[in-house]
């Protein structure tokens, strides 16, 4: 049988927040690995603020636990307000998964505002087969990726539109080695779930698998960067054989090394690396929230 997986709301006394620089990463960034965040700018000033504001409260709580609301005062705050581009007041930012998924400016009516809201709850929503996916998820990493497909396969029969069913079995693939099936598939993917972040995340691992066939000898390319370490086309060489040998988390370390260092080379190429291995792996996972937080802390610094 394939079994149901719900949503853990969140208390609520966490649903709805003030902020700061300080603690955005922790009440936003990290938060939103859970549940979609909400996040108001607005200012005791601003007159359309006082109206949207209690809006959207009530639109987040009348969601009972799915998203959450952070409130960052602009004046409080310039040098985060900044960063942001925030070019005026009220402005509205939603982050899923540690990234901006949706915004507005201005205050919008209420039907709007839950329309809003309800696109947000979805994007964490369940779809009744939650067992059967995290079984999948367990056979690939035990290693049983042909038992993980057709699984995978499985639901997608009752299933067609899952977009986690789909990317499952694009990442069987990749674990089996067939990188020409899983590019075959994922380059048809249904429209309504080409852009879903499973199917992205499978995109991602299979550009990853793509590099580590090509990676050079790790100890060549670390001799490299000893021997230069402004030597960034030999980092980043250095990272991904590192990723082809399965140390990640040395590689995400090149990687940080490599922007904080020169963010601009070849294109933006250490942080466009980061993320591709950031979408790879599951977004609760620890190296990818402790990489993010470090690659925040440069790009604020």
């Excluded at 006394?13 to 009440?27: H, N, R």
């Excluded at 900044?82 to 930012?93: D, E, F, G, K, N």
Aim: proline residues 5%; contains cysteine.
């Amino acid at each position: 049988m394939l079994g149901m997986n719900q949503t853990n709301p969140a208390p609520a006394g966490d649903l709805i927040k003030d902020s700061s620089e300080a603690t955005f990463m922790a009440d936003v960034i990290e938060a939103s690995q859970e549940v979609p965040v909400i996040v108001d700018f607005w200012a005791p000033w601003c007159g359309p603020c006082k109206t949207l504001g209690p809006a959207l409260e009530a639109a987040v709580t009348a969601a009972r636990g799915k998203v959450r609301m952070v409130k960052i005062n602009v004046d409080e705050n310039q040098e985060l307000s900044a960063q942001l581009r925030i070019q005026s007041i009220p402005t509205v930012y939603a982050f899923f998964e540690g990234r901006p998924v949706d915004a507005f400016q201005g205050a919008l009516p209420a039907g709007e505002l839950k329309k809003f809201v309800d696109k947000l709850t979805a994007l964490a929503g369940d779809d009744g087969l939650g067992a059967a996916l995290e079984e999948g998820e367990a056979l690939l990493t035990e290693g049983a990726a042909v038992e993980a497909a057709q699984l995978f396969a499985a639901i997608l029969g009752q299933a067609p539109d899952n977009a986690a069913a789909f990317g499952g079995l694009a990442r069987a693939h990749i674990a089996m080695g067939e990188l020409d099936q899983a590019e075959a598939l994922l380059a048809n993917a249904p429209a309504p779930m080409e852009n879903a972040k499973e199917v992205e995340a499978a995109r991602a691992q299979l550009a990853l698998a793509r590099q580590a066939a090509n990676a050079g000898p790790v100890e060549e390319f670390r001799a490299a960067v000893t021997a230069d370490p402004a030597n960034h086309q030999a980092r980043f060489d250095l990272a991904q054989a590192l990723y082809a040998c399965g140390d990640t988390e040395s590689a995400i370390d090149e990687l940080l090394e490599l922007f904080r260092r020169d963010r601009d080379w070849n294109e933006g190429a250490a942080r466009t690396q980061l993320f591709t291995i950031f979408d790879a792996l599951k977004p609760t996972d620890p190296l990818v929230q402790k990489g993010r937080r470090r690659l925040s802390s440069i790009i604020f610094a």
